[in-house]
C-alpha cells in the first residue's frame, strides 16, 4: 500500500515537507505548493532546487495538485492561463518521475446559472490530450467543481472526455449537495458517490469532516479519518474489496484549509503536528479495515 499527502499542509517550506514525510516513514509525497506557490507556477531555478532536494532525500512524487481548471477558477477565465501551466507542469513530471496531475473542472457557477457544460468538456478533452501525448495521466478530483455536483456529473465528464480518470476524496461529498436530486438537494453521502464512480478510480484522496450546520453560514469542519460525516470505515473497506491498488493521499485540511481566504496557516508547529498525527491515524484506520 502506498501512502502519500499534500505536505504543504504540514508546512509551507520543503524541508518541512520532506522532514514530516520521514516522520511517518513514508517515502513518497502530494506536491502542491512550496513557499505558496504551486509547483507549476515556480521559476525554473526554484524548482529545479526543489527537485535536487526531493532527490537527495530519497522522496518522490507520486501526483501534481496542479491548480488546472481548479475551484478557484471560473469557467470564462482565460484558457491560455491552463495551457500555461499545462506547459509549465508536463517538462517538470517528467523530471520527477510523477505519473498523475489532478485537475479540475473548473469553479461551480450558482446553481440555475448556465454552467457552460460544453466549453468544460471541450477544455478538458484538450488538458486530457497534451499530458496523454506525454504520457501522463489526468486524473478528475470531485471538488468545488462542475464535476463535483454529483456522482452523475463526474460521470459525464468520464463520458465526454476521453482518456480522463478519477482522483475520489473521501471528504468533498460530505459538504456539497447532490445536484442529481430533486430540491432541497440533500447532502452526497461519500459511500454512494464512491460506489457510482468506483470503476474510474486510479486515485484517492483523504479527508473527513462534518456537514456545514443546517440553515447556518458556517462552513463545514475537518476531522481527523473516521471521526466526520464521510463513512471512511466502509470506503476502505469498499476499496479493499474491490481490489484498489492505487495510492492513498491524506489532505488533512485539519490545520490549514486551502480553500480559505490565503490559505494561510494557523499556527506552523501544530500544522506539522496535526499532519504527521493524522497520518499516524490513517494507517491505524488501514489496520482495522
Known amino acids: 500500500m502506498q501512502l502519500s499527502g499534500f505536505t504543504d499542509e504540514a508546512g509551507q517550506g520543503l524541508a518541512t515537507q520532506i522532514k514530516a514525510t520521514k516522520a511517518l516513514g513514508w517515502t513518497h509525497l502530494s506536491a502542491r505548493s ?61 523530471r520527477l518521475g510523477t505519473k498523475l496531475i489532478r485537475v479540475m473542472s473548473y469553479a461551480q457557477k450558482p446553481w440555475g446559472e448556465d454552467q457552460f457544460e460544453a466549453e468544460r468538456f471541450r477544455r478538458l478533452r484538450e488538458i486530457v490530450a497534451r499530458f496523454a501525448d506525454a504520457g501522463l495521466q489526468t486524473v478528475h478530483e470531485n471538488c468545488m467543481n462542475w464535476g463535483g455536483f454529483s456522482a452523475e456529473h463526474t460521470l459525464r465528464l468520464i463520458e465526454e472526455v476521453p482518456g480522463l480518470k478519477l482522483v475520489f476524496d473521501t471528504g468533498n461529498p460530505v459538504f ?39 440553515g447556518s453560514d458556517e462552513p463545514e469542519r475537518y476531522t481527523f479519518p473516521g471521526e466526520g460525516q464521510c463513512r471512511l470505515p466502509e470506503i476502505l473497506e469498499a476499496l479493499k474489496a474491490d481490489g484498489y491498488a492505487g ?23 501544530q500544522c506539522y503536528n496535526s499532519y504527521v498525527e493524522y497520518g499516524r491515524a490513517l494507517e491505524q484506520k488501514f489496520t482495522e479495515a
Open 34 to 94: 512550496i513557499d505558496g506557490q504551486n509547483i507549476h507556477d515556480q521559476s525554473e531555478d526554484d524548482f529545479n532546487a526543489a527537485a535536487d532536494q526531493l532527490d537527495a532525500a530519497g522522496i518522490q512524487v507520486i501526483e501534481f495538485g496542479s491548480l488546472i481548471g481548479s475551484w478557484s477558477k471560473p469557467i470564462e477565465s482565460d484558457f491560455a492561463i491552463t495551457l500555461g501551466e499545462i506547459e509549465r507542469a508536463i517538462p517538470r513530471m517528467q
Open 176 to 214: 456539497q449537495r447532490d445536484r442529481s436530486k430533486s430540491a432541497p438537494y440533500p447532502w452526497q453521502d461519500a459511500l454512494e458517490f464512491y460506489q457510482a464512480v468506483k470503476a474510474h478510480v486510479a486515485h484517492v484522496h483523504i479527508k473527513d469532516c462534518l456537514n456545514p450546520p443546517e
Open 247 to 269: 495510492a492513498y493521499a491524506i489532505e488533512p485540511h485539519v490545520a490549514t484549509v486551502f480553500h480559505a481566504a490565503g490559505g494561510k496557516a494557523i499556527d506552523k508547529e
